[in-house]
C-alpha cells in the first residue's frame, strides 16, 4: 500500500513549536518527525535502537582505588563555608 497524504488543521502552537524544536534538534524535515510522531502515538513504530544495560548486572568488582578516589571526591572541605 502506498504512503497516504494528510492536511491537519489547527494544529496547536504547542505541538507546532515541539514538533519544530524536535525536527531541528534530530536535523530532520518537519515531516519526518510528524509521521514519526505519529508512528510512536499509535504504536507502529519500528523498535528503537536503546540498550537497557541489563548486561553489565552483577559484573562491578570492588576496586580500592575507585573507591579511595570516590571517598575523597565526597569529602567536604570546610574552609570555602566559613
Known sequence: MS???YTL???PVEVDQALRRLARERH???NQVAVET???AVGTAAPSK???LSD???TWRDDPETAA???D???IDPAPWG
Open 9 to 11: 488543521r489547527n494544529v
Open 3 to 5: 504512503p497516504k497524504q
Open 38 to 40: 505519529l508512528e510512536q
Open 50 to 52: 536503546r540498550r537497557d
Open 73 to 75: 571526591q565526597r569529602r
Open 69 to 71: 578516589a570516590l571517598a
Open 28 to 30: 530532520k524535515s518537519l
Open 56 to 58: 553489565l548486572i552483577g
